[in-house]
T-cell receptor, first 111, second 112 residues
Framework: DAGVTQSPTHLIKTRGQQVTLRCSPK?????VSWYQQALGQGPQFIFQ???????QRGNFPDRFSGHQFPNYSSELNVNALLLGDSALYLC??????????FGPGTRLTVL | AQKITQTQPGMFVQEKEAVTLDCTYD???????LFWYKQPSSGEMIFLIY??????QNATEGRYSLNFQKARKSANLVISASQLGDSAMYFC?????????FGTGTRLTIIP
């Protein structure tokens, strides 16, 4: 039973660029949430997708956007990257409001 | 106001001893869920245990148990018979609606 997978594992970008991160949920899950974890902090909720729509959004600017596909996989897009966007980006999947299971994360470095 | 408070930035525990990681929370919602996750240096958040606000009994999962004291708004994680592989960051989280709100974490180090 495959768990949550994320790609890529690591990514290096420069300020102003755009990035797309990908997530495949655990088998049987239909809901995907994205979190940003800065160094030394707990994860911060970005948004959650269910039935291909954004269900709820955290306190993040519009530069952060997402998408969910019919097969429940999801993308996180960040435009106009800032140095402060450097973080570990975690994807979590769940069956509706059930317990969230996390992927290994994508470590983004913005130079 | 912080919704999840973990007051222990770091803890050192002898192997095979039990350890309690503290977590207090703040919410006015009568329906909520409390979670503990383990994060090794690799970065992946590993789900450990869940307690619902209406659950009458404390949750247990193998060596992990959650000491849920609703009136005190605390949800401490107890790890029995600690092992070297338990060394990691531990996060307490609360679900309100769809999102999880995390504490700042406790770094647990098990000493051989």
């Amino acid at each position: 039973d495959a768990g949550v997978t994320q790609s890529p594992t690591h990514l290096i970008k420069t300020r102003g660029q755009q990035v797309t991160l990908r997530c495949s949920p655990k088998s049987g899950h239909d809901t995907v949430s994205w979190y940003q974890q800065a160094l030394g902090q707990g994860p911060q909720f970005i948004f959650q997708y269910y039935e291909e729509e954004e269900r709820q959004r955290g306190n993040f600017p519009d530069r952060f956007s997402g998408h969910q596909f019919p097969n429940y996989s999801s993308e996180l897009n960040v435009n106009a990257l800032l140095l402060g966007d450097s973080a570990l980006y975690l994807c979590a999947s769940s069956l509706r409001l059930g317990s969230q299971f996390f992927g290994p994360g994508t470590r983004l470095t913005v130079l | 106001a912080q919704k999840i408070t973990q007051t222990q930035p770091g803890m050192f525990v002898q192997e095979k001893e039990a350890v309690t990681l503290d977590c207090t929370y703040d919410t006015s919602d009568p329906s909520y869920g409390l979670f503990w996750y383990k994060q090794p240096s690799s970065g992946e958040m590993i789900f450990l245990i869940y307690q619902g606000s209406y659950d009458q009994q404390n949750a247990t999962e193998g060596r992990y148990s959650l000491n849920f004291q609703k009136a005190r708004k605390s949800a401490n994680l107890v790890i029995s018979a600690s092992q070297l592989g338990d060394s990691a960051m531990y996060f307490c989280a609360m679900r309100e609606g769809v999102k999880l709100t995390f504490g700042t974490g406790t770094r647990l180090t098990i000493i051989p």
